[in-house]
C-alpha cells in the first residue's frame, strides 16, 4: 500500500522571510504540495455556539493537512496562551501539529525536561530545580563551578556560569538579580561540564539522526549558533542518546544539546521543540529542508 501524501501545509512562524521557513516552503511545493506561512499574530479565531472558526487572510487554516510549528515567538503570556490555544484547536480540527502541543509545551519547560530525561535514565548534570533562594544558593556553595538557567527560554538567553570568587560571596544578591530578569521565582542549577571547548547539536527527524555538528565558541559559556558559536563536522556518534532523548518527550522535530566532558563522557543538557538547523546545513552535504519536507510530506 502506497504512502498517502499531504496535499496542503502550514509553516506556523512568526518570522516567515527567516531562512528555515522559505526553505521549507520551497522544499515542500518541489513535491507538489501547496505551503503557507501562517503567521501567528495574523490569525484570528471566531467562534460561536456551534460553531469555531481559524483563518488568515480568508484561508480556512482547519483545512491543512498539517501545520509544523517553526518557533512560538511570544513573549509577552498573553500571546503566549493564544497560541498555544490555537494550536490546540487545530489539532482538535484534525491538523497534524509538528511537534505536538504537549511535547512543544515540555520542551519549553526545562525543568519538566529534565525530569523526563532522567525517568528515560538518560545522562544528565547533577541538577537543583527550586524556588527556595535558600536552597539555591547551598547548591552554588556545594557545587561550584554551576550553571544558572532559566527555567523556560531559549537561545542561551540568561545561561549564567557562576565561578568567580565575588558571584560566590554575593550569591543571594546574584540568585535575586537573575530571577527579576530570568527565572521568575523559579531556580535551575547545575554542575558546570567542564568540554573540550564544543558541544554537539543533533538534530532527530521521526526518530532517526538527520543531521550533527559540533558548535565551537560563542559568548560566555553558550556554544548556541545565535550566540555566536561555529559549526564544524562532528565526529562523535550521539544517534543512540539522541533519539533516546527526542523519544523520552514524544517529539517528531527534535534538536538536542549534548556536551562531552574532558573524559568523554556524554550529557544531555537541553531538548529544542523548535529547532533551527542554520548552522546544522554549513556543515552538511544534503539540504536539510528538503530531507524534512519529504519526510512530513506523507503519512
Known sequence: MSP??????????????????????????????????????????????SKHEISMNGV???SLDLLIVL????NDIGAFFNRVGLLSALTEMGVRVINSVSSILLMRNK???MRR??????????????????????????????????ITGFGGLGVQLIEREFDIDNIYDYLKFHSQMFGKGAYLLQEYVRSPGFDIRALV?????L?????????GITTNIHCGGIPRRNTIDVSELSVKAASSVKGNLVGVDIIPDMEGN?????????????????VTDFDISERIAYEFGQI
Open 4 to 49: 498517502k501524501h499531504v496535499s496542503k501545509v502550514g509553516l506556523f512562524s512568526s518570522d516567515p522571510l527567516s531562512r528555515r521557513a522559505q526553505g521549507l516552503e520551497e522544499s515542500f511545493r518541489k513535491l507538489g504540495i501547496d505551503a503557507i506561512q501562517v503567521i501567528p499574530w495574523k490569525v484570528s479565531r471566531k467562534g460561536a455556539t
Open 266 to 282: 556524554l550529557w544531555i543538557l537541553e531538548l529544542n521543540a523548535t529547532p533551527g538547523w542554520a548552522g546544522l546545513q554549513q
Open 60 to 62: 480556512d487554516l482547519s
Open 117 to 150: 530525561l532522567i525517568s528515560a535514565g538518560l545522562p544528565v548534570p547533577r541538577t537543583l530545580i527550586t524556588e527556595s533562594i535558600d536552597d539555591a544558593a547551598r547548591f552554588v556553595q556545594t557545587h561550584y563551578p554551576c550553571v544558572l538557567k532559566p
Open 71 to 74: 518557533d512560538l515567538g511570544a
Open 211 to 219: 543531521a550533527t555538528m559540533q558548535r565551537v565558541g560563542g559568548e
Open 205 to 209: 527527524l521521526n526518530n532517526e539522526v
Open 111 to 113: 525543568a519538566e525536561t
